[in-house]
């Protein structure tokens, strides 16, 4: 009865609706079910803030980092109780954090906070990681005239995401992540070391010190906060398929000695309390297959007593459904999205009994 009709040429304007509510009934849906959730982007320098960020742009106009609805909140807080109803027995969230890798080849890769633009200026918050001002981070490459990625969420932002999610009963695990922001945007399970006498020395670069910029830093770096902020879980790592499979002149894993070893850092920081995993990609962790030879390298790893879990990300092929006329799928069941087909594929031993 409030709203104001000039915009609208002094009469009511049309209006429509569209109204989230979720069907009672006795039957489980998949939203039942679910007990965990990722939570994504993951970039975007402000996407996890609680408050209003606003970007100041000229000299009297300002315009809104995290506030893309009509309800006039930020769009974590938005998004979070929409989830919350469609959601109903959800108990855990992964909260995904990037910063950005720069090179494939482990020796000379850094990984290091980053910012869509250094000339920004926001109120109230400003931009911070990790010891950072804006000014200091890496600048994201540019598509098309505009940034890759939103840059890495500030660090105040993301505490005040953890806050929100432990307030509304979720158990939260920090999940850093590794944007590769170099030429083709690879998957980071392509960078790697070179084979060899001098692959534990790559390794060891790209995981640097406490205080370069490397997977050690990243890791530490969340470790204080998880600590600080009451966060139930901590992954030191994930998906670094390439980097656990470099082999040195042994025939031995760098990479996986050094997330052993940072994992016990990453312990001495979080207590007992905090889970901590790393997240093997689905094709890393039942082991090294390479020239007829299995080693199953991850194994020393998931044995560490500073280890709690053995952590999946999984993205498994859901089928194996040939082109044309199907091949021998085809025979007995009724195509590529047959239901009966898929729950064969998936329960079917495929890297679990056996592999091809």
Not at 88 to 104: A, H, T
Not at 138 to 155: I, K, R
Not at 235 to 248: H, N, Q
């Amino acid at each position: 009865e409030d709203l104001p009709l000039g915009p609208f040429g002094n009469r009511a304007p049309q209006l429509a609706f569209e109204v989230f509510r979720r069907p009672k009934g006795a039957e489980r849906r998949l939203e039942d079910r679910l007990e965990g959730m990722c939570l994504i982007p993951g970039a975007g320098e402000f996407c996890l803030a609680t408050e209003a960020v606003m970007r100041r742009e000229g000299l009297t106009k300002s315009t809104a980092e995290n506030v893309n609805n009509a309800e006039g909140r930020a769009d974590i807080e938005v998004s979070l109780d929409h989830l919350m109803v469609q959601a109903p027995n959800l108990k855990r969230v992964s909260l995904i954090v990037g910063w950005f890798g720069d090179d494939l080849r482990a020796g000379h890769c850094r990984v290091r906070p980053g910012v869509d633009r250094h000339d920004k200026m926001t109120k109230p918050m400003r931009w911070s990681v990790a010891g950072l001002e804006r000014h200091e981070a890496h600048l994201v490459s540019q598509v098309d005239g505009g940034p890759a990625y939103g840059g890495t969420p500030s660090d105040e932002s993301v505490r005040q995401a953890i806050r929100s999610l432990k307030a509304r009963g979720l158990e939260v695990t920090l999940y850093p992540f590794v944007f590769m922001d170099c030429p083709g945007y690879p998957w980071r399970g392509r960078v790697a070391g070179t084979d060899g006498a001098g692959a534990a020395a790559e390794v060891a670069a790209l995981f640097g010190t406490a205080e370069g910029w490397g997977l050690r830093r990243l890791a530490l770096h969340y470790a204080r906060m998880a600590a600080e902020e009451g966060a139930d879980g901590l992954l030191i790592g994930s998906e670094m398929r390439g980097l656990t499979g470099t082999r040195d002149a042994g025939g031995g894993f760098p990479a996986v000695a050094q997330f052993r070893a940072l994992a016990a850092e990453c312990r001495a920081i979080v207590g007992a309390k905090v889970k901590l995993s790393y997240a093997a990609d689905w094709s890393e962790y039942f082991g090294f297959h390479k020239d007829g030879e299995v080693r199953f390298h991850l194994d020393p790893l998931w044995a560490d007593p500073n280890i709690d879990y053995v952590g999946i990300d999984w993205y498994p092929p859901l089928g194996d459904w040939r082109a044309g006329d199907g091949g021998l799928d085809a025979a007995a069941f009724e195509g590529a999205s047959d239901p009966a087909y898929l729950a064969a594929q998936v329960a079917g031993g495929e890297n679990y009994d056996w592999y091809y």
